[in-house]
């Protein structure tokens, strides 16, 4: 089983990206029934918190970076989250990582390998 983030890559300040996380190996129950969540990790800081999204859609949160700009959603029939990156700051720059959310304590964790997001003029 696999998370494979991609649309990574080089914009200008203001621009906009979209993320997709796709998952693999995981059975549509397995993936439709967790809450999904983006991470970023610039270089030299520890990774944090971008945005989760519950399962069914229903609830997402946002980091304060993120609020008005950034917007996460979910395909469970493609069982695949994207996240919508607008108005891009130079400060955005990070790697970029979905994760599965474990339901119960104890449940294994998923990330992805990461995806490159670079923010420069």
């Known amino acids: 089983v696999q998370l494979v983030e991609s649309g990574g890559g080089l914009v200008q300040p203001g621009g906009s990206l979209r993320l997709s996380c796709a998952a693999s190996?995981?059975?549509?129950?397995?993936?439709?029934?967790?809450?999904m969540s983006w991470y970023r990790q610039a270089p030299g800081k520890e990774r944090e918190l971008v945005t989760t999204i519950t399962s069914g859609g229903s609830r997402i949160n946002y980091a304060d970076s993120a609020k008005g700009r950034f917007t996460i959603s979910r395909d469970n029939a493609k069982k695949t989250v994207y996240l919508q990156m607008n108005s891009l700051k130079p400060e955005d720059t990070a790697v970029y990582y979905c994760k599965r959310v474990p339901r119960r304590p104890g449940d294994p964790e998923y990330w992805g390998q990461g995806t490159q997001v670079t923010v420069s003029s």
């Open positions: 190996g995981f059975t549509f129950s397995s993936f439709s029934s967790n809450d």
